[in-house]
């Protein structure tokens, strides 16, 4: 049987990830989007356990010590971390998982499961990306400079990451991200015991 794929996805805070991974979710209803864990507080429209668990520090920290994470990183003074036990499952039973998860939480991941395919959600533009995080009206303005110089320290890491795709348009971004799960499914080691003789 098929195992999943498991695709990481990163990009920086209000680069609009959330709405591609919706656009691709839409598309791929069969696709299992992992809901990480956070100790950071739910925003505006946020519904627990959809967008995220949202648990306490402390309880948070207990998970930790059993080692219940396939990966946690804290991230602008907030913890997030994705469930080993889960994803595992859902790979093992063919399901193509998406994570959606920061710089540091990826390199982790590559760590710990290295066929895991990784993208880069970028904006056009530095300028542009600015501009969405105003538009969401949910950040101070000292929170938005925190999160865009944490953007620039993020675009470091980028070289580390199998795929980039520039968030244009939703469309074209989910699109993207749609092909890259395709290609996954092709890949030749996937598929090399479907082939009689080999």
């Given at each position: 049987m098929r195992k999943g794929t498991l695709l990481v996805l990163s990009g920086s805070s209000g680069v609009g990830k959330s709405t591609v991974i919706a656009q691709v979710l839409e598309h791929r209803p069969d696709v299992y989007f992992s809901v990480s864990c956070?100790?950071?507080?739910?925003?505006?429209?946020?519904?627990?356990?959809?967008?995220?668990?949202?648990?306490?520090?402390e309880e948070f920290q207990g998970r930790i010590d059993r080692g219940e994470f396939l990966e946690y990183a804290e991230y602008v003074g907030n913890y997030y971390g994705t469930s080993m036990t889960v994803i595992r499952e859902k790979?093992?039973?063919?399901?193509?998982?998406?994570?959606?998860?920061?710089v540091q939480g990826a390199a982790k991941v590559?760590?710990?499961?290295?066929?895991?395919?990784?993208?880069?959600?970028?904006?056009?533009?530095?300028?542009?990306?600015?501009?969405?995080?105003?538009g969401r009206g949910t950040d101070s303005e000292e929170k938005i400079r925190q999160r865009l110089d944490t953007?620039?320290?993020?675009?470091?890491?980028?070289?580390y990451y199998d795929y980039i795709v520039?968030?244009?348009?939703?469309?074209?971004?989910?699109?993207?991200v749609?092909?890259?799960?395709?290609?996954?499914?092709?890949?030749?080691?996937?598929?090399?015991?479907?082939?009689?003789?080999?």
């Open positions: 956070t100790t950071r507080p739910p925003r505006p429209g946020e519904v627990d356990g959809v967008n995220y668990y949202f648990i306490s520090r790979l093992e039973k063919g399901v193509d998982v998406l994570l959606d998860i920061e590559r760590e710990k499961l290295p066929e895991a395919a990784s993208v880069f959600i970028v904006p056009p533009s530095f300028e542009e990306l600015a501009n969405r995080l105003r953007a620039r320290r993020e675009a470091k890491e980028i070289k520039v968030n244009d348009t939703v469309e074209h971004a989910a699109q993207e749609l092909a890259i799960l395709t290609a996954q499914d092709c890949r030749t080691q996937r598929r090399i015991d479907q082939i009689e003789g080999v």
